[in-house]
């Protein structure tokens, strides 16, 4: 699981409202570089085996714990974890927690400050002390910014799960998307929300799902972001700003004589 984000997921009363569960039957699952915010329910991983958890974002999260509830997994690190009510865990350990921040508590080595700096939930920022703060030199927390896959390829396929230096941002086909969501469509017995508003969130007039996801935590969506350049320096884990592309044409062959056959 790579570069996902989790909002709002509403599940209070369940025994569940996560995105792992020990009936699922995976092992060795990684969960990396994404956003769990705003959870209701029991948490973000319950009762999962042998998850691998790195430079992630959890916080906003009211009702919850914001990690894991009786689960065991193997490695924590470089995740920032942040305004949750219950706090992180509960009958849960890790084998190895490192490298992460916390707003309130810790656990682990090497625990890294944070400065209320998260202002975007997708990036971290350049001036963050989080930038580099994490195990050899990484972020500490979630930064979301370019496409993951090589464009058109699938599972397996050469490229398919690398990073590429193409932004994320604006979402591609952000406006169908919100077109579709807006369909009105009635939700079934018990679910939550009980109706379905289909100009709520990122379909309400005026919005966009990059300008909902941008604004989340009540800030301007940065000027930066709908022109195509994420505006990142990059670091050892990225493959960094690709800029401008390179529109100069290539030099006018010389010594080449063409010839009718």
């Known amino acids: 699981m790579n570069g996902c984000i989790t909002l709002d997921n509403d599940q209070t009363g369940s025994t569940s409202g996560s995105w792992i569960?020990?009936?699922?039957?995976?092992?060795?699952?990684?969960?990396?570089?994404?956003v769990f915010w705003g959870f209701k329910g029991i948490g973000t991983?319950?009762?999962?085996?042998?998850?691998?958890?790195?430079?992630?974002?959890?916080?906003?999260?009211?009702t919850s714990y914001s990690l894991v509830n009786h689960a065991s997994p193997s490695s924590f690190k470089n995740n920032l974890?942040?305004?949750?009510?219950?706090?992180?865990?509960y009958?849960?350990?890790?084998?190895t927690a490192s490298y992460n921040a916390f707003d309130s508590g810790s656990f682990g080595s090497n625990v890294v400050a944070y400065k209320n700096d998260l202002l975007y939930l997708p990036r971290v920022e350049s001036n963050s002390n989080r930038?580099?703060?994490?195990?050899?030199?990484?972020?500490?927390?979630?930064?979301?910014?370019y496409r993951m896959g090589k464009s058109g390829s699938l599972w397996d396929e050469q490229g398919w799960n690398t990073q590429t230096t193409e932004p994320l941002w604006p979402w591609p086909y952000e406006d169908k998307i919100r077109d579709w969501f807006r369909e009105p469509?009635?939700?079934?017995?018990?679910?939550?929300?009980s109706s379905n508003n289909t100009t709520r969130g990122f379909c309400a007039n005026g919005q966009t799902l990059t300008k909902y996801i941008w604004e989340y935590l009540g800030r301007t969506i940065p000027s930066?972001?709908?022109?195509?350049?994420?505006g990142d320096p990059g670091d050892p884990g990225d493959p960094g700003n690709p800029g401008s592309p390179d529109t100069t044409p290539p030099a006018r062959p010389t010594g080449v004589t063409a010839r009718q056959q």
């Open 21 to 34: 569960r020990n009936d699922y039957g995976g092992k060795n699952i990684d969960v990396i570089n994404s």
């Open 45 to 62: 991983v319950f009762a999962g085996n042998t998850v691998n958890i790195r430079n992630c974002t959890f916080g906003g999260n009211t």
């Open 81 to 89: 974890v942040i305004r949750s009510a219950k706090g992180t865990l």
């Open 91 to 95: 009958g849960s350990s890790f084998s």
């Open 131 to 145: 930038v580099n703060a994490g195990e050899g030199g990484s972020r500490v927390g979630a930064h979301i910014m």
């Open 185 to 193: 469509n009635n939700p079934p017995a018990g679910a939550s929300p």
């Open 224 to 230: 930066d972001i709908y022109s195509g350049d994420p």
